[in-house]
């Protein structure tokens, strides 16, 4: 079984690259990658002679970025479409193409014309869900721009409909497959893991402040506006609220409104998000659209009780009242409940923080990995009647 694994960013850095690295480590350990594709490369485990470098789709869309105001929407169209097209032309024989929604019409097919099975990963809800959710938060902000691209959209949906087998990081993304009515023999639920020697509890070394943490992008489909008004309204003494991740334009206005509050902190993303989880008592993600949630995982792995939303896919891995506690979205009022909870219970709080360590325990990257090769060896024993794992008939 030989597996080509294509991605439109960074591989091995952050976000889906991040994610993507951890799909294809343990296939390089057992000797079934063939190639990645992707536009540039952080360092890794992965040999150098796998990687196939394409940055011709990044470069095109920084140089014209600076030259004209595009949105982000139309950016991201042409990076993805420049990446496909640039893909589709050096893609080499595989048994398998594993890639992602939005970047990959052209090569799907062109692996498919190969006999390749292909593997679509889609890491939110289904696009149109997500589409009706923050066109509705952005009304309800009188937002003027409008969330992604009709075009980039359009090409999802018909990856979506040429994709031999659509994977989904959780049930509620699984759900919001079903409900528009895709086929579920195509749908494969497999969750995103954690690394649990990167990621896992310090002693000593925190201080006696109450901290918040939230690390993701800082935006509105996170839910950040609705955490710091639940914040902002508590004016908990002795507190702090640490926000680190990229801040999104469409939030940049209900920031001002915070910026003389002197114990809201908002830090650039770093590589160590784990320093936040370190530092923090409890972490939030209120997320109002969220496939799943890595750092939901991250934070438990570090001993860290999680609040999290109803519209936040990781919340299969919240056991609500028990590691952390799980929430209607957009809900203000349930936040400070919450938070409240947590301030006034300190040593609930840290029994809750040890529950979610352990249980993170449940939920390794390691365990995901074998999970997705069954999927592949699966789908290539129905191809071919054979099992390629082994080799036997």
């Known amino acids: 079984m030989k597996i080509t694994h294509s991605i439109a960013r960074e591989f091995a850095r952050d976000g889906i690259g991040y994610i993507a690295y951890h799909r294809v480590a343990e296939a390089y350990r057992r000797g079934f990658l063939k190639k990645i594709i992707a536009a540039s490369f952080s360092p890794s485990e992965i040999d150098v002679s796998y990687c196939v470098f394409l940055p011709l789709a990044q470069k095109l869309a920084k ?71 923050m066109l509705e938060e952005y009304q309800r902000y009188n937002i003027s721009f409008l969330p992604g691209d009709k075009k980039l959209l359009e090409v999802a949906l018909k990856e979506f409909e040429e994709a031999d087998f659509v994977i989904v990081p959780s049930q509620l993304s699984y759900e919001t497959f079903i409900e528009r009515r895709f086929d579920e023999k195509k749908l494969l639920l497999i969750p995103f893991g954690v690394d649990i020697q990167r990621f896992k509890p310090v002693t000593g070394g925190k201080d006696d402040v109450f901290r918040i943490g939230f690390v993701g992008q800082i935006g509105l489909r996170k839910g950040v506006q609705y955490l710091l008004e639940a914040f902002n309204e508590l004016k908990l003494k002795n507190s702090e609220l640490v926000l680190m991740g990229w801040i999104h334009p469409d939030i940049t206005e209900i920031l001002k409104k915070y910026s003389g509050v002197s114990n809201i902190i908002i830090k650039n993303f770093m590589l160590s998000p784990e320093s936040v989880y370190h530092a923090s008592s409890i ?69 809750m923080g040890k529950a979610a360590e352990k249980k993170s325990r449940l939920h390794t990257w390691q365990k995901s990995s074998e999970t997705l090769l069954s999927a592949y060896k699966s789908a290539l024993e129905k191809q071919a009647g054979k099992n390629f794992l082994t080799g036997e008939n």
Not at 80 to 87: G, L, T, Y
Not at 308 to 324: C, H, L, M, P
């Open 63 to 133: 140089i014209l970025t600076k030259i004209f105001p595009l949105p982000l929407s139309f950016t991201y169209r042409l990076r993805d479409r420049v990446f496909d097209w640039n893909a589709s032309m050096v893609l080499p024989q595989a048994d398998i193409f594993h890639t992602w929604y939005s970047q990959a019409l052209l090569s799907m097919r062109q692996a498919k014309k190969r006999g390749q099975i292909t593997f679509l990963e889609c890491p939110n809800t289904h696009p149109l869900n997500m589409q009706a959710i």
């Open 283 to 351: 972490c939030v993600f209120p997320s109002i659209e969220d496939g799943f949630g890595l750092v939901v995982l991250e934070a438990m792995a570090c001993g860290i009780p999680v609040i999290v939303t109803e519209n936040v896919g990781a919340k299969d891995v919240v056991a609500s009242g028990e590691d952390g506690f799980v929430i209607g979205a957009a809900d203000v009022n349930a936040l400070k409940e919450k938070i409240i909870y947590f301030y006034e219970n300190r040593e609930k709080m840290i029994e």
